[in-house]
């Protein structure tokens, strides 16, 4: 659907983009892990077709004239209109259907109240968020590109926006998202790649680039730092709450034995840094 094949971008400071490749399906939510000045938004704008690559190219079969929608860094809205006005707008400017059945249907998609009549500048940061996704949608993209969509949200808007990007995957758009944050990819993404000073340092389905890092895991339960199964492996305990460090033992082998010891687990968090994934699996 879309192939990014060897991206490189220098500015005067220096290599922003280092033979970057990604490639993108339908239907399914990639995931752009890196810290703040990894070339995140310097690879999305590429793709977009806001600056051009000084090597490498960008591939995409659709037949649509924009097959791309995105909000890079902010949504550039106007703050004195209101929702419907800005999509309206937005889509006069973009030669997209303007009727007000299709706008309301976009407002609805992404969530938006449609009797919300106030200028957007009273929005909070998740409704401007779904709003600046509603224009990227005007003209039914193959492709979505968020960058860093999670950013100012609050847990709760956090969970709705991640809630919105699988259903807007459900309908067969191959979506990006970047963030440098862990746990908001981990819960959307099927495929991750994790980026660091411009070049692609890990990369695999999310699972299974979890799976084969994490060793730390957190556990609660009842008394369960009394569970004498659980001692080999303990870095911190405290009531009703263990962390484990479990690199040679697979997690499920340990939580056996605690359940048979009679310890019941409420509930077995991964713990996984950035920087974790920023160390390559063949370095
Ligand atoms: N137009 C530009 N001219 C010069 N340097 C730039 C330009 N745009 C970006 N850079 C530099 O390129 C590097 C990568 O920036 P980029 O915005 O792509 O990173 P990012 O991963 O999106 O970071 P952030 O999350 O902080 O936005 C940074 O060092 C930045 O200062």
Request: aromatic share 4%; charged share 20%.
């Amino acid at each position: 659907m879309l192939n990014a094949i060897k991206l490189s971008k220098s500015y005067k400071s220096g290599k922003v983009l280092d033979a970057v490749s990604i490639s993108l399906e339908p239907g399914k939510i990639s995931g752009l892990l890196g810290r703040n000045g990894a070339g995140k938004t310097t690879l999305f704008k590429i793709l977009c077709g806001l600056i051009t690559p000084d090597d490498g190219a960008v591939q995409q079969d659709s037949k649509k004239a924009k097959p791309i929608g995105a909000v890079i860094e902010e949504p550039g809205l106007y703050t004195y209109l209101n929702a419907y006005e800005n999509l309206k707008l937005f889509a006069q400017i973009q030669a997209a259907p303007a009727d007000r059945t299709s706008l309301e249907n976009y407002l609805t998609q992404v969530g938006l109240p449609l009797d919300r009549k106030d200028p957007v500048r009273n929005f909070s940061m998740g409704m401007k968020q779904r709003l600046g996704i509603a224009i990227a949608l005007l003209n039914a993209p193959d492709i979505l590109i968020l960058d860093e969509p999670f950013s100012g949200l609050d847990p709760t808007g956090v969970a709705s926006l991640i809630q919105l990007i699988k259903t807007l995957a459900q309908q067969n758009i191959a979506i990006l998202v970047s963030s440098h944050l862990m746990a908001e990819l981990q819960k959307s993404c099927d495929y991750l790649y994790v980026i660091d000073q411009g070049k692609i340092v890990n990369e695999g389905p999310t699972q299974t680039l979890l799976n084969a890092l994490i060793s730390v895991y957190t556990l609660t339960g009842t008394a369960i730092e009394k569970a004498q199964s659980l001692q080999p492996y303990v870095l911190h305990a405290e009531t009703n709450t263990v962390t484990i460090n479990c690199e040679h033992i697979p997690v499920s082998v340990v939580l056996r034995s605690t359940l048979e010891e009679g310890f019941e687990v409420h509930s077995c968090v991964p713990n996984i840094s950035l920087e974790q994934l920023i160390i390559p699996l063949n370095a």
